[in-house]
């Protein structure tokens, strides 16, 4: 692969491998005509995990959420598949990650090859428990350790409990401030928590709308019972309950779906917001260290003065902390910037989405709402106006003739027959059921939610 920048990357639908509690799914990766590879989930956690270690301070794009297996629906499968897309695109359009050494054994290794890369990474991690050198190692990292959490102690102690700090103390202890990236954290930890606010309220209202879909599937339910009584007489045309039943149901249909692909974009912005306060943590961790470094640095040089061993290997270790938090500082603070960018561009492009989607649903509820109109606007059958424009005191109009026009001995010759009721057309209950039946029409929404 020449350029990675230029490939167009695609992740196919989801292939289920196995049976029973073993089985999982795979996804065909594709980055080129003919470079397609076969992942599963777990593979894009190490490709994310070894993102992370290797390049400290930038913003890594976040993976659809982890469920269990056994919640994994045709849809969940959809979305993640989509996920999973959208995750190696940020990479690849990421001028920096796309050049990451796993990132491109990521799409071009064959699964055989990728498992001996992730089992040499994991060996390149872990030294040998007796050498020497990973005693200086872990000594290293538990003074590293050590150091950092005093560095925090020391600077959230709203107690007091480590003595009062002045503000020359402050300056003499080392402590780093910068009140721009200070700004920048507190607009991160306030857009988070709205973030997380409007993902559960968007979340709920989603829900209210699967109720109040699930309450138009029940009206139409008993209005295709009141429809069936109604077809037994053939006193109302069933072309009325038609229409009505079509713009309830499109309705229906509409509630159902309309919060929840906002709703989906939603815990992805989520999950991107988390994954900028990854990086902001990552630029603390750094200045926790460095700030460590120059305390003990001092104590070695008030102790056994500038030009002792300890001295001289602590002030090796702190030039390293130093440009190593510096580094991280300004690759965290253009991440921010670019992420404040692109979050304008993701926030307008859902809007816009979704937008889109309620002209769409209005134009369909209109054009239903329209044909049903035009269906309820024409006039009830003569005999049924008849019928209801009898007066109520001729209480002898039965003996001759009823109101639809049929003798009373025909009337009660049919109502005794059970076999073949006819209606007043002519034809039986059963072909006119048979002829208004809503269920010999295409599947509807409530046909498939009652």
Known sequence: MSDVSTVNITVGAAGKVGEGVNSYYVYKVSSGADVVVERRYSDFLWLHHQLSKQCAGYVIPPLPAKVVGLLQGSEFLEHRRAGLERFLRKVVHHDELRNSNFFRSFLECSIVELTALKAEAQRSNSLDATSMASVVQRTQQLNNWWGKTYQRMVENDTLNLFGPRNKEDGENSGIIEDPEFTKVAKYVAKLHAQIQSLKSKVRA?????????????????????????????????????????????????????????????????????????????????????????????????????????????????????????????????????????????????????????????????????????????????????????????????????????LDKNDVIGNTKSTASTQSPTGSSSVDAVSKADPTAAPESYSDVHI
């Open 205 to 405: 209202a989603s829900q209210q709308n699967k109720l109040a879909a699930g309450a138009h599937c029940d009206l139409i339910e008993c209005l295709n019972w009141v429809a069936d009584a109604e077809e037994e007489n053939a006193e109302m045309p069933t072309s009325y309950y038609s229409a009505l039943l079509a713009m309830l149901d499109t309705r229906a249909r509409q509630m159902d779906a309309e919060l929840e692909a906002f709703s989906a974009s939603v815990d992805d912005i989520a999950r991107w917001i988390k994954a900028v306060q990854k990086a902001l943590d990552v630029r603390e961790d750094r200045r926790y260290l460095y700030q460590a470094q120059i305390a003990a640095h001092r104590k070695a040089v008030n102790g056994d003065g500038p030009d002792s061993p300890s001295a001289t290997r602590l002030s090796n270790e702190l030039v390293a902390a130093k440009d190593d938090f510096e580094r991280v500082h300004a690759r965290v603070m253009r991440e921010v910037t670019r992420f404040r960018g692109q979050k304008a561009v993701e926030l307008k492009k859902l809007f816009l989405e979704f937008a889109q989607l309620q002209l769409r649903n209005s134009k369909e509820l209109e054009k239903i709402v329209t044909q049903s109109t035009e269906e309820l606007e024409t006039p009830l059958p003569a005999k049924l106006l008849y019928a209801a424009q009898t007066p109520a005191s001729c209480s002898n109009m039965f003996e001759s003739r009823d109101s639809f026009g």
